[in-house]
């Protein structure tokens, strides 16, 4: 009884886009359920299919992931992305998890109150130029993929990474030619050509109603952790 | 050439000592280099064993892995804590996110000031009671592991996690029998009750000397 992959979420990129990215380059088809009303939340919650009352949930093979991590790496061991033996994957993990770390300081920006978003934008820029970017240009250094000449999920994850700095900085790739060209191979990649295009299930930027809906659903309060 | 495993990090817990208790739990020994100043720091960095400039780092089997979740999965791979299939995996992979989501509330509290110390507490207790520990409690449901009938990594997180909740609010697990119960077994599972002992690499709670040390190796990065 696998059927399909059903993805609970708000209507935006949030901690989801991630696995968005990865499904759509493992060429995987998917549903989604978008989370609009606190009611909804609160029927997830009392079907006890948010297991510590949080979404990302994604259907998958009979089972109701959480954790965005474990819903990763569980479709990243599945369609193949995730190397192949323990050293492979060790090494995409490091890549992947300083990428999650850098796409994490950008999911929160629209949840910055204004007075900090300036700095915060400032910490994204600094890092991302400093510490980010200078490792995995020196990874693609003769090398087409980030780990074992293969695409993974580390490859997925920095493709959509550096998409969203450029969209927050234009230029900030321009100095790390390695990644540059690594982006111009991936956005060659067929199913990740079609996930690019107008009409896939990518998600755009967060605006207003992106938050005002998260904020209302989650009965949240700012200033955020 | 693989040899020893070599832990490089601060002489405390922070985000080593989830690393710690699962070579402790796994039987495996391990050797440790203590940062304590800012010109070590530098050094590591200069020969570009930090990928991110981050620590912690752990030398092992030849590479020098840096990022705790990948250091953490490839142990956890490594000597069969893992589950035995992708989705047995899945289900340890969510529970080990949800200890390391409250692990790290419990990390940052040394270094809240005073002010803000209190409400951290509060919410801690609010999230280990309400929205983690009952998960757990219902999973350890006539199961004497987490997920399928062996030890793994979530088991090991659980054991530390819920040691470090007992340290902050003592009488936290009255509430949730399976729990304590479970932490009753795994001290007696023979590798967990040697990091147990004194004497272990097992690092003590958190003090002044440990967050001063941290602020002044790492400065503007904190």
């Not at chain 1, 029927?43 to 109701?64: N, S």
């Not at chain 1, 995730?82 to 929160?108: F, H, N, Q, T």
């Not at chain 1, 007075?115 to 130029?129: G, P, S, Y």
């Not at chain 1, 400093?130 to 999920?153: H, I, N």
């Amino acid at each position: 009884m696998s059927g399909k992959v059903v993805l609970h979420y708000f209507d935006g990129r949030g901690k989801m886009e991630s696995i968005r990215w990865l499904l759509a380059a493992a060429g995987v088809e998917f549903d989604e359920v978008l989370l609009t009303k606190r009611e909804q939340y609160e029927k997830m919650l009392k079907d006890g299919d948010l297991v510590f009352q949080q979404v990302p949930l994604v259907e998958i093979d009979g089972m109701k992931l959480v954790q965005t991590k474990a819903i990763l790496n569980y479709i990243a061991g599945k369609y193949n992305l995730y190397g192949k033996d323990v050293s492979e994957r060790a090494m995409i993990d490091v890549y992947s998890e300083g990428l999650r770390d850098l796409m994490e300081m950008m999911m929160i920006l629209p949840f910055t109150p204004p007075e900090k978003k300036e700095a915060q934008l400032k910490t994204i820029q600094d890092r991302a130029t400093g510490r980010y970017l200078p490792a995995y240009e020196k990874a693609l250094a003769g090398s087409q993929f980030l780990v074992g000449g293969k695409m993974s999920c580390a490859d997925v994850h920095l493709i959509e990474a550096t998409l969203m700095l450029q969209e927050k900085f234009p230029a900030i790739i321009s100095s790390f030619p390695n990644v540059k060209a690594f982006q111009g191979r991936m956005k060659a990649v067929p199913a990740i050509s079609k996930f690019l295009q107008p009409g896939s299930k990518r998600k755009p930027q967060p605006d207003d109603v992106y938050v005002k809906t998260v904020m209302s659903v989650l009965n949240m309060q700012l200033p955020v952790q | 050439m693989s040899g020893k495993i070599v832990l490089h990090y601060f002489n405390g817990r922070g985000r080593m000592e989830p690393v710690r208790w699962l070579l402790g739990a796994a039987g495996v020994e391990f050797e440790e280099v203590f940062l304590t100043t800012r010109a070590q720091y530098e050094k590591m960095l200069e020969a570009g064993d930090l990928m991110f400039k981050q620590v912690p780092l752990v030398e092992i089997d030849g590479m020098k892995l840096v990022q705790t979740k990948a250091i953490l999965n490839y142990i956890a791979g490594k000597y069969n804590l893992l589950g035995k299939d992708l989705k047995e995996r899945a289900m340890i992979d969510m529970y080990s996110e949800g200890l390391r989501d409250v692990m790290d509330m419990i990390t940052a509290l040394p270094f809240l000031p005073p002010e803000k110390k209190a409400a951290q507490l509060k919410s801690l207790e609010d999230s280990a009671t309400g929205r983690y520990l009952p998960i757990y409690e219902k999973a350890l449901t006539g199961s004497q592991f987490l997920v399928g009938d062996k030890l793994s990594c979530a088991d090991v997180h659980l054991m530390e996690a819920s040691l470090m909740l007992e340290e902050n609010l003592c009488t936290i697990l009255s509430s949730f029998p399976n729990v304590k119960a479970f932490q009753g077994r795994m001290k007696n599972v023979p590798t967990i009750k040697k990091f147990l002992q004194p004497g272990s690499k097992r690092k003590p709670p958190p003090d002044d000397v440990y967050v001063k040390t941290v602020m002044t190796v790492l400065r503007p990065q904190l």
